[in-house]
């Protein structure tokens, strides 16, 4: 079945740091990949999304590539702040049975240092 | 602005008390979700509505329950809750069933049983 894999956090960085968050997944279709970031005690805010092969999403400074021929769809910042400070989230959606649900990673906590 | 509002933010029960969670969506999508988020885990879905089609999770307790009774409303209902229900419940709303459309999430609704 479909799949995500993330990299296990958490990720601790100094302000204005690089970031890689790496996330590779498994489909059987076309699916649509997505980064969502989920600060303490709220919900999911979609981050950034790619629909095809090639596509570069892009949000507030935040990157990501799908690329097809690793099956995968990195998370990079040049420059991190302490309010990206939170838990990032990849996730794919593809036709199961007929419908489409997410399959999520296992998030990636990132904290950012002053 | 438009968005998806759950209600209560926090809820604390007894074991084995009835109890509904709810969200409302003022963007008008067709389709809504329910997942289990429990602690440092990625959201879990329970169920979702394809307008007043309802498809549940076959992992989903026989315990926990929907309605929706208009295309704005949908309720998480648990029928006796046990100690091991207590996460964060977290309702998202998308537009169509495709797959490259994003999911709009709520905050979550804290839910701790005694």
């Known amino acids: 079945g479909d799949s995500v894999t993330q990299m296990e956090g958490p990720v601790t960085l100094s302000e204005e740091a690089f970031l890689t968050i790496n996330c590779t997944y498994t489909?059987?279709?076309?699916?649509?990949l997505f980064w969502y970031v989920q600060y303490p005690g709220e919900g999911l805010q979609l981050l950034l999304k790619a629909t095809k092969a090639d596509d570069k999403g892009s949000n507030k400074g935040f990157e990501a590539t799908y690329r097809k021929e690793t099956t995968s769809f990195h998370l990079e910042k040049g420059s991190v702040q302490v309010s990206d400070s939170a838990v990032y989230f990849c996730?794919?959606?593809?036709?199961?049975?007929?419908?489409?649900?997410?399959?999520f990673g296992t998030g990636t906590r990132l904290k950012v240092l002053a | 602005d438009a968005m998806v509002i759950q209600n209560p933010r926090y809820q604390v029960t007894q074991f084995g008390k009835p109890v509904t969670l709810s969200c409302s969506q003022t963007?008008?999508?067709?389709?809504m979700y329910w997942y289990q988020q429990k602690s440092s885990q990625a959201p879990k879905l329970l169920f979702h509505y394809y307008d007043k089609d309802f498809n549940n999770e076959a992992d989903t307790p026989d315990n926990f329950q929907s309605r929706r009774p208009n295309t704005s409303f949908c309720f998480l209902d648990i029928r006796s809750p046990g100690l091991g229900d207590t996460a964060m419940y977290l309702c998202?709303?998308?537009?169509?069933?495709?797959?490259?459309?994003?999911?709009?999430f709520g905050d979550g609704t804290r839910l701790s049983i005694l």
């Open positions: 996730a794919l959606s593809d036709s199961t049975s007929g419908t489409y649900k997410y399959i």
């Open positions: 998202a709303t998308s537009r169509e069933d495709y797959s490259n459309q994003p999911q709009h």
């Open positions: 489909a059987t279709g076309y699916p649509s």
């Open positions: 963007l008008n999508h067709n389709v």
